[in-house]
Every structure is written in structure tokens, then in C-alpha cells.
């Protein structure tokens, strides 16, 4: 029998079992030994249903998972944890980065991972732990490092989009210095800047809330584990510096076109002063033999005005020149 009709077959039998036991279709179960692992896509009222019935947790962690934007935390209870992660997602349509958030329960024989919007990331995941027979029995061989397994993919994921970032950043950057100063490229700026401010702010308690798994006790959470999430950390650790870096690399191309565009706004309304200053006395001049004031000198010569005009514009000229010379235009 072929791997794909295995899967197919797999999958049925799967449904099939979900179907005769009323487990929503929405949830999804994968057992390895003593260890169950259940996956759900959504929360609905079947199920808040399904886990009240097979579960005793806390009446405020069933608030929790109601609530909307809650924040990255670890509820620590007897025989349980409770935790709440969001890791970053690159969101194509409008080209912004979102958090994706995953409520977990873990415990001795068990792991439930609940999200709240369906994750391309955790589908992928699961079927690969289903699919893989080697896979399966290596990452359910207790639920912790099950659980570190899952963060790593997730965080792991991350880095094709931190690449694309970098890449977008030095794209600009380079059109930036090749004279592109425009309005255009201010907002380019400013889209890259709140991408990495998105990702910056989702980030962050991530880190704390690892570290904070890396120095918790239970059964299921032992001292080999600590080695692993701790590992997850240095590489929350090493991502923040990019994106730091990025970030400081976006402002400082911000600060330069802004400069660069003001330097050339200056420029422009430099020469306009100048063009100004230099017609005033040409205007005076020809506003006052426009009047009809007699005694004028040379008013009944037009040669001598016309020359007179002449010799002030060319004494302009002149004092441009100097000024133009020395810098100081």
C-alpha cells in the first residue's frame, strides 16, 4: 500500500472515530502511548462543551480563552499549566504583520492547544507529528517536550518573514542612496517601520514568558527540559536583535530622506529668495519712473534709464556671482 492511501486511510479511520464519539469536527486528537494531544481550530460552545467534560480546569481559564487580545501569560495550577502565546504572522493581503494567539493546557498525559484563528503554521505541525510515525514518537514521548517542540516550529517559522523584512529595508535603503527621495519612499519607510514595530511589540513578552517556562517545575516540565526552553529563548534572544537592528536601520533612513527632502526644499526656496531679492530693486526702479513725478533724472532720455537698468541688473549679477563664489548660495 502507497504513503498517500496509508494517509488517506488514516484520516478516515480518524473522522470516523471523531464522528462515533460526537467530537466536534473542529477538534482533533492524536494519542502516542500514554499522551493525548488535542488540537482546536476554534472556540465555539462545542467546544467549551467537550473540554468542561473531559477536563477540570479553572473556570477563569475558560474566561480567558472568551476574552479577545489577552496577554502573553503562564497560570501555573497544581496539576496543569495554563499559557497563552502569539507569535507573529505575515499577513499577504495587506502586507502588515499580525499575532496569531495559541491557548494551551498542558499537563502529565495530555496537551491542548486551542487558536483562535486558524494558523497555516499549526495545521502543518500537526499533520506532520500525524503523518510521521517516527516524527510522532519522537516529539510525544512526554508532553513537555511536546510542547517545546511546538513553541520551536512556531518561532522557527519566523525567520522566512524577518528574512523578507531585511530584504524589503535593504531595498529601500538602496534606492534611498541611489536619489530616490521622495514622498513615495517616506511611505514605503513608514510600512517596513510598522511591520517591525508589529513584530517588535508581539515578540517581546514572548521572551519573558519562555524564560519563565524555562524555570518552571512540574512533573511533565523536568530539569532536561529547562536546556530546551532555554534554547527557544536564545533564539527569541538572537531574533530581537535583528529586528532591533531593523528597526534602527528604518529610523535612520527616515531621518535621512526627511533631511535629504528638506535640504532640497531649502534649495528650491533659496533660489526663489534669491530671484526675489534680485528683481526688488529692478521693480523699484521701474515703479518709480512708472510715475508721472516730474524732475526725474534722465526722464527725458531713454537711453540713460534704459542703461541705468542695465547697470543695476548687471551689479546684481555680479553680487550673485561673488555670493555664488564663496558659498554663500
Not at 12 to 26: D, E, H, K, R
Not at 162 to 167: D, S, T
Request: hydrophobic share 45%; proline share 2%.
Amino acid at each position: 500500500m502507497s504513503r498517500i492511501m496509508r494517509i488517506i486511510l488514516k484520516n478516515f479511520f480518524i473522522s470516523v472515530l471523531q464522528f462515533n464519539f460526537n467530537i466536534p469536527m473542529s477538534i482533533k486528537t492524536l494519542s502516542q502511548n500514554n499522551l493525548t494531544w488535542v488540537n482546536i481550530d476554534k472556540i465555539d460552545e462545542e467546544s467549551l462543551n467537550y473540554l468542561k467534560k473531559n477536563y477540570n480546569f479553572h473556570h477563569l481559564d475558560y474566561e480567558d480563552l472568551l476574552s479577545e487580545q489577552q496577554m502573553p501569560k503562564i497560570d501555573s495550577y497544581k496539576d496543569y499549566l495554563f499559557i497563552i502565546l502569539k507569535f507573529p504572522h505575515w499577513q499577504s493581503n495587506d502586507q502588515t504583520v499580525t499575532d496569531h494567539e495559541i491557548d494551551i493546557f498542558i499537563g502529565k498525559d495530555y496537551l491542548v492547544t486551542i487558536q483562535h484563528s486558524k494558523s497555516k503554521e499549526m495545521k502543518n505541525f500537526f499533520y506532520r507529528c500525524m503523518n510521521n510515525r517516527k516524527v510522532k514518537a519522537d516529539w510525544m514521548s512526554n508532553s513537555g517536550f511536546l510542547l517545546f517542540r511546538l513553541i520551536e516550529s512556531l518561532f522557527q517559522n519566523t525567520r522566512p518573514m524577518l528574512n523578507n523584512l531585511g530584504n524589503q529595508i535593504s531595498s529601500i535603503e538602496q534606492r534611498i542612496y541611489n536619489g530616490e527621495q521622495d514622498t513615495s519612499a517616506i511611505k514605503e519607510l513608514a510600512l517596513q517601520r510598522r511591520s517591525v514595530l508589529h513584530f517588535r511589540r508581539i515578540l517581546d513578552p514572548q521572551r519573558y514568558l519562555v524564560a519563565n517556562l524555562s524555570n518552571t517545575k512540574k512533573v511533565f516540565l523536568d530539569e532536561n527540559l529547562s536546556l530546551y526552553f532555554d534554547d527557544i529563548n536564545d533564539y527569541l534572544n538572537k531574533i530581537w536583535a535583528v529586528i532591533e537592528t531593523c528597526k534602527e536601520t528604518i529610523d535612520g533612513l527616515h531621518i535621512t530622506v526627511e533631511s535629504l527632502i528638506t535640504q532640497r526644499t531649502n534649495k528650491v526656496i533659496g533660489a526663489l529668495t534669491v530671484i526675489s531679492v534680485a528683481l526688488l530693486p529692478l521693480t523699484l526702479l521701474s515703479g518709480i519712473y512708472g510715475m508721472n513725478i516730474i524732475g526725474l533724472p534722465f526722464a527725458q532720455n531713454p537711453a540713460w534709464v534704459w542703461l541705468m537698468f542695465v547697470g543695476l541688473a548687471g551689479f546684481i549679477f555680479i553680487v550673485i556671482f561673488i555670493m555664488k563664489k564663496k558659498k554663500l548660495l
